[in-house]
């Protein structure tokens, strides 16, 4: 098993030894970790529940969303590992359809289309200040993960997609939707923190 990762999930100076995949993914959360704690810490509960206009999710939901959802897919992907032969890839290579879905619903671009939400993953109306904890939590589970997948091929296991079970995505592609996603829904809660009429 790859054990270029320090003790607390951070990458250890040699990280040269990991997947590239990996080195990317987990930046990619050290990166989601900064950037909540940045958004989040010092807030009141009033700011962290704000909401521009009715139906537009406030920070705390944009958390307590990415929670729900990395708690609900983290565990689909683990389970899809078990029992596969060992045979590390370098790089993460999704199929035409992965493409497709990364482009057209989870990397945070002007032209990502707009979905409704699972109603597994959709957050209550009110968030407490621990969904901070909680997501860090989250991440700490991902890259537990991303450790234990770097010795398989993610490029051809594929688990099944705990919203829509007719859809099987291959590990590497899921890992890449958790990292992307929670980019998406960061960048979302900063634009709520700049908004005006965020109560100061």
Request: charged share 25%; hydrophobic share 40%; net charge positive.
């Amino acid at each position: 098993m790859c054990e270029a990762f320090g003790i607390l999930g951070a990458m250890s100076p040699s990280a040269s030894v990991l997947p590239a995949w990996a080195v990317r993914l987990a930046a990619e959360l050290d990166a989601a970790d900064e950037s909540s704690k940045k958004l989040v810490t010092g807030l009141s509960p009033a700011q962290l529940n704000w909401q521009s206009s009715p139906g537009v999710w406030s920070i705390g939901q944009c958390l307590e969303h990415l929670c729900f959802t990395n708690e609900v897919y983290v565990p689909a992907i683990s389970s899809s590992l078990e029992g596969k032969p060992v045979s590390p890839v370098q790089e993460i290579t999704p199929g035409w359809f992965g493409r497709w879905f990364l482009r057209t619903y989870i990397e945070p671009s002007p032209q990502t289309k707009r979905a409704r939400a699972p109603k597994k993953v959709v957050p209550g109306a009110r968030v407490e200040p621990s969904v901070l904890d909680r997501f860090l939590r989250a991440n700490q589970t991902a890259r537990e993960l991303i450790r234990e997948a770097c010795d398989y091929d993610v490029n051809r296991i594929r688990f099944r997609n705990p919203f829509i079970s007719l859809i099987r995505f291959t590990v590497g592609t899921g890992l890449d939707i958790v990292c992307k996603h929670e980019r998406r829904h960061l960048l979302q809660a900063d634009r709520v923190r700049r908004a005006a009429g965020f109560p100061e």
